[in-house]
Nanobody, 117 residues
Framework: QVQLVESGGGLVQAGGSLRLSCVAT????????MGWYRQAPGKRRDWVAT???????TIANSVKGRFDISGDSAKNMVYLQMNSLKPEDTAVYYC???????????WGQGTQVTVSS
């Protein structure tokens, strides 16, 4: 059974940085992409960034220039470097993964990021 496990969330002051990590564990078939979404209280889950293993990375305009996504296909890991954090970045951040072998994306349990003003 495949699981996605996020880590790295926490409380940070505005202007600070955090680095989120996510690893896919279990009996794995080849993963095509991994990415991040976030959900603020009372709001929908929004896409943040995706990296295609062997391909390119894309980042939402709302965080472009502040956030960066990277990954390691050999380790089935994805990272989200978040800089210049703002209070509006406060949300639960979810890792997801998918591809040809996983047509229904996998999801992690989420990690809380809180940015204080």
């Amino acid at each position: 059974q495949v699981q996605l496990v996020e880590s790295g969330g926490g409380l940070v002051q505005a202007g600070g940085s955090l680095r989120l990590s996510c690893v896919a564990t279990g009996t794995l078939a080849r993963i095509g992409y991994m990415g991040w979404y976030r959900q603020a209280p009372g709001k929908r889950r929004d896409w943040v960034a995706t990296i295609a293993f062997g391909g390119s990375a894309t980042i939402a305009n709302s965080v472009k220039g502040r956030f960066d996504i990277s990954g390691d296909s050999a380790k089935n890991m994805v990272y989200l470097q978040m800089n210049s954090l703002k209070p509006e970045d406060t949300a639960v951040y979810y890792c997801n993964a998918g591809g040809f072998n996983y047509p229904d994306p996998l999801w992690g349990q989420g990690t809380q990021v809180t940015v204080s003003s």
